[in-house]
């Protein structure tokens, strides 16, 4: 088989955040897969390139069908939000390799990183991820809340900084409270937390608050959420939003 | 103050990996700040640019020179390798202005991201960062091993993959092999372990293992490791390198 299949990540949203490696395969593909506002995002379009949106619940499907072109000798990419490999369609793409047909093994298949969203909220906060850090999707789609209790709970333990994707939707309206619940009985209601809106794209906003004063309704789909460490701290500005970072050098346990 | 301070993150190697806002930034620069081998990454070179360089321990020192240089009206761009926010020079700053004189925190400082070499090492082994994972520095330079060993042990709680940063220096020679004993006794051996060397450079290699065959002695200090999660999967290819992924569908607990 001669086709290939690139993974591409767009960055957060920002012209400029995204590589000359993720345009250059986009300019070299003759067919592109994706989400529709992904593929909107795309500005040029080269001659008889063609362009497959599907909605944001069929990855799996779309996963295949991006698999399918490329096995059939299409030049194919597909193209993620961020980076194609935290939350998104790369990790989907080669479940279907793993469960797909043999020969798809056999393909030119390749992953073009990009500025997560995680990236982009902390260099516009400071440097909240300055220390270890851990990043968990709130989604329960493809996981139970089991899981996701365990790990913030396993997260608070290590005293790491953490990243919250996807914290809030409108079929999950109160799991961000469930969550910041049990931050808060673990790591204190001083803690800062950045809520970071639309980060990395033209229309960003910014909150900065503690556990103790976040009001969880404050967060929708297009937020990420940085929960401080122990290490983690605001500098007052006059009249501005705080810089928030994260000391490199931990505060230790009195143990 | 009319001086401006922006901490650019250069990306793992690879000139395709530059984000333009980070180009445009150190074309716009009067001075670039940084560690000498990442200043020579930078080729072109505006006429009057100074270029300020200095060794790889000396960053408070750095961070207040540049500061210095900022507040003397300069356009100055500190220069990170990755993202400058992940164990790079965003914190320092960040922390020198918090503890410097009171003028800093009128400066006009912003932080550009970059492609951190996590998700370079993740895009060229597949998507093993698909699912929840943390990131943890085992240099002992700002913390203690205490620290470390607990959020190793945090981290393999959650079944986090976890992606290992400066994992082997000639300084400590012994402690990643600490660092697998105890991620092994949690983990498992079956688990699987990526070695990537020179991520998103154009010197990319790559070892795909376990827990129980890695040999610690395979890492240095151009490597990062990414230890997965109990979702981790390979996927054998002939007469190449296994495709690694994290599955997005947690493996449930019995409880």
Chains 1, 2 share one sequence.
Not at 195 to 224: Q, S
Request: hydrophobic letters at 45%; charged letters at 20%; proline letters at 5%.
């Amino acid at each position: 088989m001669s086709g290939s299949l690139v993974i591409v990540g767009l960055g957060p949203g920002r012209a400029d955040l995204i590589t000359p490696a993720a345009r250059d395969a986009i300019a070299h593909a003759t067919d592109l897969v994706g989400y529709g506002p992904y593929l909107q995002r795309i500005g040029e379009r080269p001659r008889g390139q063609r362009r497959h949106a599907s909605g944001n619940r069929v990855e799996a499907e779309r996963a295949r069908h991006a698999l399918e072109l490329a096995g059939g000798g299409r030049r194919v990419v597909v193209v993620s939000s961020g980076d194609p490999g935290i939350f998104a369609m790369a990790a989907t793409v080669f479940e279907a390799v793993e469960f797909g047909p043999a020969a798809w093994r056999g393909l030119d298949i390749r992953v073009e990183p990009g500025v997560t969203a995680m990236l982009a909220a902390a260099a516009e906060a400071g440097a909240p991820l300055g220390g270890d850090f851990c990043a968990i999707s709130l989604s329960d789609n493809l996981k139970s809340w089991t899981t996701i209790a365990r790990r913030l709970r396993s997260a608070c333990e290590g005293d790491f900084v953490i990243a919250l994707y996807n914290p809030a939707s409108r079929a999950r309206p109160h799991q961000l409270g469930q969550a910041l619940d049990l931050l808060r009985a673990c790591k204190g209601g001083a803690t800062i937390v950045v809520l970071a809106r639309a980060a990395g794209t033209g229309e960003a906003t910014r909150l900065t608050t503690t556990l103790a004063e976040l009001d969880p309704a404050a967060a929708d789909m297009r937020t990420l959420l940085l929960v401080g460490s122990s290490a983690t701290r605001a500098i007052p500005r006059a009249a501005k939003a705080p810089w928030v970072y994260t000391s490199r050098r931990a505060l230790e346990a009195p143990s």
